[in-house]
Each structure stands twice: as structure tokens, then as C-alpha cells.
């Protein structure tokens, strides 16, 4: 008589999968301003399972220099004894690394200090009012834990009352580049390392910075997949086209929808704009798109290389340029899907979008907006938008 099978193991972030880095390489060639990476992760044995269009969930450390720049200001050796924001005992060391979000200042850190210094007083009790949440913010736009330390030294901390004070290192979701279809017991990143300076100090980003800098082949990831129902494809016999828009790592997830697509003979056309820097260092996947092109997979490929002439060119402005055939595309039933920066392009995205439609399907500027809402309400116009 047979055993019943045991049940998938149920990942999540009290519980992450202990994948393994297979790996990694730069996709940003010399002479890029950008560091942007393509990692492959091992899923093997884990059960994992996942769609395109989900995200990896990532639990990332603080950057080590970070963390003993804050135990010195803080005065403190690192080895003491104190319960995580989890409640693990472990070293304050290791609380500093892996569960206390360092360059993230919480409120209640802020009120500390100023309880500890008068100088800190007078810079925060009129920002932690209920009020002036947008003041508060501004100020702490670029500020990390050790910039408060550091100005104001005469607040000190107890081990564990400085632990209790932060809030926990974040989740990072990064859309999954690949299919399970083309990659079995794999999952792939693209990811641009974040790396800038704000009030005269280097910052990093936590999680893009710890892949680059401190992930080596067969290095622990601790992960989860996010499942994002509401970024699917069509089914492979559905016959409805698709308009996928994704500049820098906003590509993602088009990857993923492309070898999910080669993989089970989908039909419908396939428009991909993808836009960067230069065609020269920037062009993520150039051959991989050429591939798709060549067998049928993708029909369209527009690209938007900013740099690469006298004025700045973006992928809102090849979808003006390309409205005539945008607008026959959407007329035939095809879902428009959106990936990438929430605060700029996606909104550039939206007003082209809303201009192609004005003046390839000649409407006014509120019918454009009834259409815009028709294709929402249909879950015809789809983001992935952080």
C-alpha cells in the first residue's frame, strides 16, 4: 500500500526556503552608470512553485561595515546577549544584521533620542506631531539610523532597548525573470544595484548590495515567492495579444512571460517595449529578445535608448511615436502590462497611453479616459508598478 505524499512545505517569512545561489552576472556592460545583475537562484528540492508574473521575496542582511559603524556609535561591542525582533536569542550583532531595518529610522527611535538628548528634542517633537507625517518625512528622506546617532551621541541605549526600537529588516519582492517551464527548479533575478550617497555618506542598498556584494555561488538566499494573481498571461490557446512595457529592470517579468510563452506554443502577438541607457551598455537580454523575435514567440520589438541621441528618449515616447499601431493593437483585444518605477514611468506610461488613444483612435480627452477605464475594468491594463 502506497504513503501519502507529504504535503509541499508552506514558505513564507517566519519560514523562508533556503535556496542557493547557482549564479550570477552583470548585465550592464563597461562604461554603464548602472550595476544591473541577472542572478540564478536553485529551487531544487525545495517544492517552490511559481507563475510568471510572481515575485521572490527576499529576507536580505545589513551591510556589515554598516553594522559596526552602529555599534561603535552606539558604544557597544556587538557581542551582547539580546532577543531579535523575532524574539531569537542571538547576539546584538547579529540582531543589527539580519532583523533590525538600520536604514530605516522608526518613530519610536526618534523619540528616544529626543527624550535622552534636548538638542533632539528641539529637531523632533515638532516633526513626530500627528500632523506633520510629510515634514517627518522629508527630514528622514536619506537618513539612516547612524546619521542619528552619530548627531546627536549623548542618547544612549541598553542592547535590547535599542533592538526593540527598530523596526524589522524589510521584505524586497523583485519580479521573477523566468519560467519554471524553460528553467525547472530555478528561479531568476534582475536587479539593479542601488548605490548612492545623501548628506555627504556612501548608502547602499540593502538587499540589491547584499546579492552583489556578499551572495557567492552556493550562498544561502533566504526566500519566498510572492504570487502575483493579478499579472497573468492568457492562456497558450487564447488568441489575445499582449503589449508588455518594461524599461531598466522592469523587464522582469516579460522575460518570464516570453519563455513561458516559447515553452507552451501560446498564439496571439506578443509587443515588447523595453527601454535604458544606451544600446550599448544597457541592453538587458538583446540576444535572447533577437532569439524570441527569430522563432515567432515575440512579433514586436521597440526600444528606447535614452542617451543614444540629442534628446532623451523614453519608451513613452516610442509608444506616441508607434500610436497608429497601438491603438489597432488594444482595438484587437490586446492586455497592455506595465512593470517598473511607480512614481515616474508608470505615470508617463498612463498619459501616453491616454494620447495614443486620443489621437490614433480619435477620441476626446474623456472618452480616452472612459476607454482607459473599460480596459481596467476588463483586467486589460495591468501594472507591476513599486
Known amino acids: 500500500m502506497s504513503q501519502p505524499s507529504s504535503p509541499a512545505p508552506v514558505f513564507n517569512r517566519k519560514n523562508p526556503c533556503a535556496a542557493r545561489l547557482r549564479s550570477a552576472q552583470r548585465l550592464s556592460r563597461d562604461g554603464s552608470p548602472k550595476d544591473t545583475r541577472h542572478y540564478e537562484i536553485s529551487l531544487e528540492g ?12 527576499v529576507l536580505p542582511q545589513n551591510c556589515p561595515t554598516l553594522v559596526e559603524e552602529t555599534l561603535a556609535a552606539l558604544g557597544l561591542s556587538g557581542s551582547e546577549p539580546v532577543n531579535d525582533l523575532d524574539g531569537r536569542p542571538v547576539s546584538l550583532r547579529e540582531a543589527l544584521t539580519t532583523s533590525c531595518a538600520i536604514t530605516i529610522p522608526d518613530r519610536k527611535l526618534l523619540a528616544a533620542i529626543a527624550a535622552r538628548d534636548s538638542s533632539a528634542a528641539a529637531t523632533f517633537e515638532p516633526l513626530l506631531g500627528p500632523d506633520n507625517k510629510d515634514a517627518l518625512n ?5 537618513r539612516e539610523v547612524i546619521d542619528l546617532l552619530l548627531a546627536f551621541p549623548d542618547a544612549k541605549f541598553e542592547p535590547q ?3 526593540s526600537l527598530n523596526k524589522k529588516v524589510q521584505i524586497r519582492l523583485y519580479s521573477i525573470s523566468s519560467s519554471l517551464r524553460a528553467h525547472p527548479d530555478e528561479v531568476h533575478l534582475t536587479v539593479a544595484t542601488v548605490r548612492y550617497q545623501s548628506h555627504n555618506r556612501d548608502r547602499k542598498g540593502v538587499a540589491s548590495t547584499w546579492l552583489a556584494e556578499r ?12 504570487h502575483g494573481k493579478g499579472f497573468r498571461l492568457p492562456a497558450p490557446d487564447d488568441d489575445t495579444p499582449i503589449i508588455m512595457c518594461g524599461p531598466g529592470t522592469g523587464i522582469a517579468p516579460f522575460r518570464s512571460f516570453l ?7 501560446a498564439r496571439g502577438k506578443a509587443w515588447l517595449f523595453f527601454g535604458e541607457i544606451s544600446a550599448s551598455t544597457d541592453f538587458f ?39 497608429a499601431d ?34 490614433a483612435g480619435g477620441r476626446s480627452a474623456e472618452e480616452a479616459d472612459a476607454y482607459l477605464a473599460a480596459l481596467r475594468d476588463a483586467k486589460r491594463y495591468r501594472r507591476d508598478v513599486y
Open 326 to 359: 497601438l491603438w489597432q493593437w488594444l482595438e484587437a483585444g490586446a492586455i497592455f502590462y506595465v512593470c517598473g518605477d511607480a512614481s515616474r514611468m508608470a505615470v508617463d506610461v498612463d498619459k501616453a497611453l491616454h494620447s495614443a488613444i486620443m489621437s
Open 259 to 265: 519563455e513561458e510563452r516559447r515553452a507552451t506554443s
Open 285 to 323: 537580454y538583446e540576444n535572447e529578445w533577437q532569439d524570441f523575435l527569430a522563432d515567432g514567440t515575440l512579433t514586436k520589438l521597440t526600444t528606447a535608448f535614452s542617451r543614444d541621441q540629442d534628446r532623451k528618449i523614453y519608451v513613452q515616447h516610442r509608444m506616441l511615436e508607434e500610436a
Open 138 to 142: 522629508a527630514w528622514l528622506y536619506g
Open 215 to 226: 551572495i557567492s555561488q552556493g550562498t544561502t538566499i533566504p526566500c519566498f515567492i510572492n
Open 161 to 163: 532597548e535599542f533592538v
Open 46 to 57: 525545495s517544492g517552490l512553485h511559481y507563475e510568471p508574473g510572481d515575485s521572490l521575496a
